[in-house]
Each structure stands twice: as structure tokens, then as C-alpha cells.
């Protein structure tokens, strides 16, 4: 029996409140960005955030609750741009989006650095009793947005990334899953040996966690031998990106197999157009009577970062996720 | 091609040369304007809808008369009306919805908005506002617009198959403006698509909409191009193609490091080039601004060259953008001067002089 679990990759809009209360705060130069050092009005404010989406997505009702990831201003650069190794440069594209990031220049040892994401793991912790979820950029994708000016080798620099990263596992708290954010692993794939190290760089992240391991990929679909190293890491799970294309992904799928699990993206994290939780239920439906896989757990998720969206929709989105996890089958 | 530049030459322009001066649209907003739109979008002010109309028509004839003091040889009203390139635009624009600001970074967000019905022609966008400056101004006019890519790239679509559907759709309604704007007297018209910039990839989807937007538009208008902040190697020379003679590209920001993109195939048409940066805060100085013109010149020969800022300077302190646009002019002037005396040989496309 195949049990549905909802949940969502995290980086939330801010409410709205909080986005005037923390602009006045903060400032709006690059410069007045998350240091990780902040404290009093600002570090209440994302307190109260933090609790506020959190009771959001249980009021919703879904499976697993995230943090938020309200601080992360460098949307999924963040864990980078707070360490003390790194300069944050100037502003850059974030991916093919109207939306920019700091370029976090690293120049020194990325060794393990205070737990910015831990703690925040661990203030979620004391609000969440079951079902708590980390977020993470996967090793690749944290990698391919920073620049590197101290190990002068890829291949180095993306051992070093995976081992900060799998140092940040280690400080969290107990937590229900781990997810793995790999866009990079699409939007600019690995080439021929670099599939493979990336595959081993998550493998070690995967490694440092005492929970389900999903890495959600998105906006398209791998590239095939991508996909088959990417098998090749100690995951529990693969996120497909069934709404930028689904007949590549499902082709994947089929042509290379899968995880005993798999997270489904079929909610549109970059549109307002909100699914109806039947719609949604169709699309996990679709996915697993065109596979012959027989899924234990099939996690159904939008395919983005979340921020894109305003609030009323993002919030619409939760509970249609939510909801579709508890509709009767429906069967065509 | 007919020449649409010479009709904006000022009458009692004082070299042979002409090096055009014009800005790309945006300029900073007075505070009281400020504090006037403030007052208007508070309920519990008496701050009523016909002093809100005062306070953008003082604005506008305000710094309409700002760029002319500044000596600009062809202004606009600094956008005193819109609030933002992809907003104002949509709040007239029937099937547009709105659902609350999203993100673009840090703490600046934008109320970015949703199609959500078929795009229709509804009240003017740009008519008014280019009338009003047109009265008010002794200089010619330019009438920036946003672009259908810009438009639809920086919507949520949720109603047309895709990005270039949106695209198609808007252009036609872009068109309709355009006739509009022209039939009221418009003579210079840029169309800003700095999503272009973004996924460049989609040249050839602004290309055909550019076509629908050109229809039936008169030989003597002039039509720019405005893209700003990205890889122009990936564009270029592509968007040679597209219906417009002007192209305005940022390059001061980037210290003209992309400059060479520009020359490895020759500019066939008009270049209008960033000459100031208008994200740093201090006023290039006009020898400074001089030797960026004279870098437009190694791309195409005078006639062809416009001189303008990077992009709009609406973010910059309204004394700080001033005084780029102060000395701008001042610096095309003197250029103006040194090749009328013949002491600036540098000519593009000249292989006589293309040795030194």
C-alpha cells in the first residue's frame, strides 16, 4: 500500500507583515542582507514568521512541516553566505529568474561553522512534534552558486561544500526527513566524471543524516546519465519535476529505474494558478499507473522553492497539497 | 531607411555634429510625491483622488523641466505617473489580476501580477502622460513602454499555453497603444525589454513581437530598444534584425567590458549607449563621461550615436541624478565640438582611420 505524504521544499514567502517589519529593520541594500549574527528585533521577528508558517502548514494539515527558510536571503546560496569563510560579491542572477542573489565568494576553509541552519532547525523543533523536515541545497547546487578563491579545483571545492554540508546535518535535530534542494543538477548538468562526483558529494551529505533522504531536482529533467549516477547515492528518494516536463522525467523513470520512494512535484511553485487537490491527486495517479514501480512512499510536493509566489496563493497551494494527501482514490 | 533622428536636432544646437542626448525614463520621485501617493493610499486620509491627480501632473511638469534645465535634447516626464515598469501597466490592462508582492530580492518586492483571463485593450496606457509632457515641454518627447516580453515574462500565466502565447497577445495590445500614441503626436517611442536579458534565449520570441508591434507604425517614428544587465553576446548580433533603428544598452556599469561584442560585427543601426553608471552614487565627471561617448564612437560614426544613462536613474538621490545628466550633456556637447574641429578621428566603420 502505497502511503501519499505531502509536503513542500521550504524557502517560504514571508508574510506580509514581516516583509514591512523586516525591511525597515533590515534596509534594502545588499549590504543590510542576513550576516547570520542578527539578534533582538530582527531575530524576533523572524521568530514570530517562523511559528506563523509553521502553524500554517499544520492547519493545512500536511505531512511534513518545514522551517520556512524565511532568513535565507540568498535564497538557496544561504547556507554560504552566512559562513565566516565566505564574502558575499555582488548581486547575481539567480538561476533564469528575475530574482538575485549575493555571490558567495568563498576564501578560506568551509569548516563546520555554528549551525545556522541547525538552529533554526532547533527552533522549529520545540513548535513541530512529528514530521519535521530539514531543507538543504544538495552539495552540486550549493557548489555551482558560490565561487571558489581557496581550493582552485572543482572537484576539491565540491568535497569541501559536502563536508560542510554533512556538518550542518550533524547538528540538527532529529528530524523526520532530509531534503535535498538540486536545481543545478538540471539548470547546468554535470558533465561526463562530474555526474559522478556530484552523486558521490550527496551521497556523503545523505550520509550524515539519521532520516529519509529525498533530493528534489527541478526545473526540467535530468539529463539520463545525471539521473543514473544520480541513482547511485544512498537516498531514500528522487524529486521529479512532473510539472516542466513530465514525459522526459517519466521516461527517466522507466528507462533507469527509481528509489523504492519517490517525490512527485506537481504543484506549480512558480505560478498563481492554484491546483485543485483532484488535480493533484490525478497527477500522482498518472505517475504511478505509467510506472511499473510499486512505491512505498510516494512524497507529493510543488517543484520550487516556494518565495516565488504571493502569499494567498502559496497558502492556497498548502492546503491543496495537503488535501489531495487525504482524497479518497480517484479513479479515472 | 528614412532618417527619424535629425528631427529632434534643437533649433539652435550649437555644433554640426549631433550626438543625441536623451534619458531611458525613470527619474527619482520628489518626496512630497512621495508622501502625496502615501496619503492617497491611506484610508483614513482626506487626501482625495483629485489631489493625488495635482500632485502627478506637478510632478510631471516638474521634472519634465528638470531634463530641460539639465539640457537633454529629448525628455520625458521621469515617469512621475507609473509606480512600476510591470504594475502600471497591468492595472490597465483587462485579464490582469493582482495577489500581493513577491520577492525579486533582498527586501524589494514587487506586486508581480497574474493573468488570468484572456489580455484586452482597455482604458489608454500612455496617451495622457505623453500629451500632458508633450505640452508641457519646449524639447521633443520620448515615450518609454514596456515591452510584451517584459510584460509577460514578469506575470504569472496562468492562462495562455505559454510564455510566448502571453507574449504574442500583449504585443497586440502594445500595437493598439502605440497607434494610439502616435496618432496623438508621439515621434519617439522605446520599448523596454530587459527580460530579454534574462533568458536571452528568446531573442527571436521578441523579435516577432516586435513585428506586431511595428505594424502599420509610421516611417518617420522612431523606435528604440532598451535592454539592460545581461550577456550581450548571447543577443547580439541577432536583435539587428528586429524592426527598430535604436538600440539603448547599458554598458556603463559593466565598464564597457562588453564593448567589443559590438564591434566583432558592425552596428548597422542606431546605438544608443549608457554613458553614466546610474548605480553608483557619484556624479561621473564630463571628462570622464567623455571618453565613455568617445567608446560609443568606436562602434558607430556620430550620426548614429546616442548618448543616455544605463537605464532609468529613478533610484539614484534626484541631486546625484541631476548632475549625471548635467554633465552627460555637457559631455556630448564638447564631443560635438572636438569632432566638428575634427580633433576626434576615431571613426567606426572608417578603415582609413581605423589605425591609430
Redesign the interface.
Known amino acids: 500500500m502505497t502511503e501519499i505524504v505531502a509536503t513542500t521544499p521550504g524557502l517560504y514567502p514571508l508574510p506580509d507583515w514581516a516583509k514591512d517589519d523586516l525591511s525597515d529593520l533590515k534596509g534594502h541594500q545588499k549590504g543590510d542582507l542576513i550576516s547570520g549574527d542578527e539578534g533582538g528585533e530582527i531575530a524576533a521577528a523572524y521568530d514570530e514568521a517562523r511559528a506563523e508558517v509553521i502553524e500554517r502548514q499544520q492547519d493545512a494539515g500536511l505531512d511534513r512541516v518545514v522551517e520556512g527558510q524565511l532568513r535565507w536571503d540568498d535564497m538557496l546560496a544561504h547556507p554560504l553566505t552566512v559562513h565566516d569563510s565566505v564574502e558575499t560579491g555582488g548581486i547575481v542572477r539567480y538561476y533564469d529568474n528575475n530574482n538575485f542573489c549575493r555571490d558567495p565568494v568563498v576564501e578560506g576553509d568551509l569548516s563546520a561553522d555554528g549551525g545556522d541552519v541547525a538552529a533554526e532547525l532547533d527552533a522549529a523543533a520545540e513548535l513541530v512534534e512529528e514530521g519535521l523536515q530539514a531543507v538543504l541545497p544538495g552539495p552540486y547546487t550549493l557548489a555551482d552558486l558560490a565561487t571558489d578563491e581557496h581550493y582552485g579545483d572543482d572537484a576539491a571545492f565540491l568535497d569541501a561544500v559536502a563536508d560542510f554540508l554533512g556538518s550542518e546535518v550533524d547538528a540538527f535535530p532529529d528530524v523526520e526527513t532530509l531534503l535535498l534542494l538540486e536545481p543545478s543538477l538540471v539548470e547546468n548538468a554535470p558533465g561526463d566524471g562530474v555526474d559522478e562526483r556530484a552523486s558521490e558529494a550527496i551521497d556523503a551529505v545523505a550520509s550524515a543524516a539519521d532520516a529519509e533522504v529525498v533530493v528534489q531536482t527541478y526545473w526540467g529533467a535530468l539529463e539520463e546519465k545525471v539521473h543514473a549516477h544520480l541513482l547511485d547515492a544512498d537516498i531514500d528518494a528522487v524529486g521529479y519535476d512532473f510539472v516542466s516536463d513530465h514525459e522526459q522525467t517519466l521516461y527517466n523513470i522507466n528507462e533507469y529505474g527509481t528509489k523504492d520512494d519517490i517525490s512527485l512535484s506537481v504543484v506549480d511553485g512558480q505560478n498563481t494558478l492554484v491546483e485543485t487537490p483532484a488535480e493533484i491527486r490525478e497527477r500522482i495517479e498518472w505517475v504511478t499507473e505509467e510506472t511499473t514501480n510499486d512505491f512505498d512512499t510516494v512524497y507529493a510536493s510543488a517543484n520550487t522553492e516556494l518565495f516565488y509566489l504571493p502569499v494567498n496563493k502559496f497558502e492556497a497551494k498548502l492546503d491543496a497539497l495537503a488535501d489531495a494527501a487525504d482524497l479518497e482514490e480517484v479513479h479515472a | 531607411m528614412t532618417d527619424t533622428r535629425e528631427q529632434f536636432r534643437p533649433e539652435d544646437h550649437p555644433n554640426d555634429h549631433f550626438l543625441m542626448t536623451t534619458v531611458v525614463g525613470s527619474y527619482p520621485k520628489p518626496k512630497w510625491h512621495n508622501r502625496a501617493r502615501e496619503l492617497f493610499e491611506d484610508e483614513d486620509s482626506e487626501f482625495d483622488v483629485d489631489n493625488w491627480e495635482e500632485a502627478k501632473d506637478d510632478a510631471a511638469r516638474l521634472i519634465t523641466k528638470e531634463h530641460e534645465r539639465a539640457g537633454v535634447d529629448v525628455v520625458t516626464d521621469g515617469e512621475m505617473r507609473r509606480n512600476e515598469m510591470v504594475e502600471y501597466f497591468a492595472h490597465r490592462i483587462d485579464g490582469y489580476d493582482f495577489?500581493?508582492?513577491?520577492?525579486?530580492?533582498?527586501?524589494?518586492?514587487f506586486d508581480?501580477p497574474?493573468v488570468v483571463d484572456e489580455v484586452e485593450y482597455d482604458e489608454q496606457w500612455l496617451v495622457e502622460e505623453f500629451e500632458f509632457t508633450d505640452d508641457v515641454a519646449d524639447a521633443p518627447v520620448k515615450v518609454p513602454i514596456t515591452g510584451p516580453y517584459t510584460l509577460a515574462?514578469?506575470s504569472?500565466?496562468?492562462v495562455y499555453d505559454d510564455e510566448e502565447q502571453l507574449t504574442y497577445a500583449l504585443a497586440d495590445l502594445v500595437n493598439e497603444e502605440i497607434d494610439a500614441l502616435v496618432e496623438a503626436g508621439a515621434r519617439y517611442i522605446q520599448i523596454d525589454e530587459p527580460?530579454l536579458a534574462?533568458?536571452p534565449d528568446d531573442h527571436a520570441i521578441v523579435g516577432e513581437a516586435l513585428e506586431r508591434i511595428v505594424d502599420d507604425v509610421p516611417e518617420d517614428v522612431r523606435l528604440g530598444l532598451h535592454v539592460c544587465y545581461g550577456d550581450y553576446s548571447r543577443i547580439y548580433p541577432e536583435i539587428l534584425d528586429y524592426p527598430v533603428e535604436e538600440y539603448d544598452l547599458e554598458l556603463a556599469n559593466g565598464d564597457y567590458e562588453q564593448l567589443d561584442v559590438f564591434k566583432d560585427d558592425e552596428f548597422t543601426e542606431d546605438f544608443a549607449m549608457g554613458v553614466v553608471d546610474v548605480h553608483t552614487a557619484e556624479i561621473e565627471s564630463v571628462e570622464e563621461i567623455k571618453d565613455n561617448i568617445k567608446k560609443g564612437l568606436e562602434v558607430v560614426p556620430p550620426e548614429r550615436l546616442t548618448v543616455s544613462p544605463d537605464c532609468g536613474v529613478k533610484l539614484l538621490p534626484r541631486e546625484i541624478a541631476y548632475g549625471k545628466m548635467e554633465n552627460m550633456v555637457k559631455a556630448a556637447r564638447e564631443v560635438e565640438a572636438e569632432l566638428d574641429a575634427g580633433e576626434i578621428d576615431v571613426v567606426a566603420g572608417d578603415a582609413a582611420t581605423a589605425d591609430d
Open positions: 495577489n500581493g508582492r513577491v520577492k525579486v530580492w533582498g527586501h524589494n518586492y508581480k497574474s515574462s514578469w504569472f500565466n496562468e527580460a534574462t533568458t
